[in-house]
């Protein structure tokens, strides 16, 4: 459709609108500005544009959800917890869909908080699943400009077909949650936690072991991560101080009394 056609609306839900996005066309949510639309029109003359109240996202094309973010509104949409929510609903909704941060970040790079927030956000948004739904998996790309992000949706839509990723749930065992128990302790990576429950059978053999013996025995581990391994499993529970602070046998009256109560 060229850039004076006007565009076509239509009322799908999610599923319906990842199957009507397919080819050169773009849906696009009709509260999105009225400037980028235009600048997409222009630059992507050969799309149909089709404009929609989308429940997640800016852009639908080929069935791939996107998220259109400048720098700006990145950056205030952390401040406000709009982008923890739409990550979600993206993950949820879709295996796969994109996070589209347009403009140059010069800027905000040479200011250290803010760039170290930018950099924390894209390393995070790979990792943001909803508990629910597709639990899919959301990109950050970046685009300098719109030109960029135009060239983007032009080469998505020439895709006969995106390749999703297979996502499958892992099966955890008891030995992988024993490792991954042994694994918290300051230093101990996976492989010092198999080798420790390899040789010991169990956490509760391996804190019987003294420090300087399962040093010697336990290959790479050393005097300073056995001591933190001890230091780790053998310490206390502290209760939270409340007002003027709580003495440990105040909390333990308070769970007598509760289980006498149940009783």
């Given at each position: 459709?060229?850039?004076?056609?006007?565009?076509?609306?239509?009322?799908?839900?999610?599923?319906?609108?990842?199957?009507?996005?397919?080819?050169?066309?773009?849906?696009?949510?009709?509260?999105?500005?009225?400037?980028?639309i235009?600048?997409l029109?222009e630059?992507?003359?050969d799309?149909?544009f089709i404009?929609?109240?989308?429940?997640?996202g800016?852009y639908?094309?080929n069935g791939?959800?996107?998220?259109?973010?400048?720098?700006?509104?990145?950056?205030q949409?952390?401040?406000d917890v709009?982008l923890?929510?739409?990550?979600?609903?993206?993950?949820?909704?879709?295996?796969?869909?994109?996070?589209?941060?347009?403009?140059?970040?010069?800027?905000e790079?040479?200011?250290?908080?803010?760039?170290?927030?930018?950099?924390?956000?894209k390393?995070?948004?790979w990792?943001?699943?909803?508990?629910?739904?597709a639990?899919?998996?959301v990109?950050?790309?970046?685009?300098?400009?719109?030109?960029?992000?135009?060239l983007?949706?032009?080469?998505?839509?020439?895709?006969?077909?995106?390749?999703?990723?297979?996502?499958?749930k892992?099966?955890?065992t008891?030995?992988?949650?024993?490792?991954?128990?042994?694994a918290?302790?300051?230093?101990?990576?996976?492989v010092?936690?198999?080798?420790?429950?390899?040789?010991?059978?169990?956490?509760?053999?391996?804190?019987?072991?003294?420090?300087?013996?399962?040093a010697?025995?336990?290959?790479?581990?050393?005097?300073?991560k056995?001591?933190?391994?001890?230091?780790?499993?053998?310490?206390?529970?502290?209760p939270?101080?409340?007002?003027?602070?709580?003495?440990?046998n105040?909390?333990?009256?308070?769970?007598?009394q509760?289980?006498?109560?149940?009783?």
């Amino acid at each position: 459709m060229s850039a004076d056609t006007e565009d076509s609306v239509v009322s799908l839900d999610v599923e319906g609108l990842l199957n009507e996005a397919t080819g050169q066309v773009c849906v696009y949510d009709l509260r999105e500005r009225s400037e980028y639309i235009d600048r997409l029109r222009e630059r992507l003359p050969d799309f149909t544009f089709i404009s929609q109240t989308l429940p997640v996202g800016d852009y639908i094309v080929n069935g791939i959800i996107i998220e259109r973010k400048t720098v700006e509104d990145l950056l205030q949409s952390i401040k406000d917890v709009r982008l923890n929510n739409q990550l979600s609903e993206m993950s949820k909704n879709t295996y796969l869909s994109v996070l589209a941060i347009i403009g140059e970040q010069t800027k905000e790079r040479s200011d250290p908080l803010t760039n170290s927030i930018l950099q924390s956000v894209k390393a995070g948004v790979w990792f943001k699943r909803s508990p629910d739904g597709a639990q899919g998996i959301v990109i950050p790309l970046e685009f300098f400009d719109d030109d960029e992000f135009a060239l983007f949706l032009d080469g998505l839509s020439k895709k006969d077909s995106v390749r999703l990723p297979k996502l499958t749930k892992t099966r955890v065992t008891g030995n992988d949650q024993l490792m991954m128990t042994v694994a918290t302790v300051p230093g101990w990576k996976d492989v010092l936690a198999r080798r420790g429950l390899e040789l010991y059978g169990s956490i509760e053999s391996m804190i019987q072991v003294t420090p300087e013996d399962m040093a010697k025995a336990i290959h790479g581990c050393g005097k300073k991560k056995a001591q933190a391994f001890h230091s780790h499993f053998r310490r206390r529970y502290e209760p939270p101080k409340v007002g003027s602070g709580r003495s440990r046998n105040t909390v333990l009256r308070k769970h007598e009394q509760q289980r006498l109560d149940e009783k």
